[in-house]
């Protein structure tokens, strides 16, 4: 099959042929609609650096807000906003001990798609 290269466009075919087995079974493997509006939802929390920056510390250590608000620099409430979020989206889980709330990551997929994320961005 030959293909087309421009500087401004992306490489397509020459000429349309849809591959019907590939196409079929590729589509019966597809997630659900709703699961993948999910699961870009999900993805949706990384695009923001100051979450990214929470996930990190929370990775590394259990913290309060206070901690976390104190290492990054920022407020208890920007802090507490992107915690609340965090936690709606089920990365981050909490723990109270006495008057003070812990936070950390919610089990180790979230830790490992930090580690995957860096190890892309600096290869």
Known sequence: MAYRKDSDQVEQCDFIHVHEKI???????????EQLQDLADFF?????????????????????VCDIASLLG????AISHQLRVLKQMRLVKYRRDGKTVFYSLADSHIETILAQGMEHIEE
């Open 74 to 77: 920022m407020g208890q409430s």
């Open 23 to 33: 196409v079929e079974k590729v589509n019966k493997a597809m997630p659900k609609e």
């Open 44 to 64: 949706k929390i990384f695009g923001d650096s100051t979450r990214i920056r929470i996930l990190y510390v929370l990775s590394q250590s259990e913290m309060c």
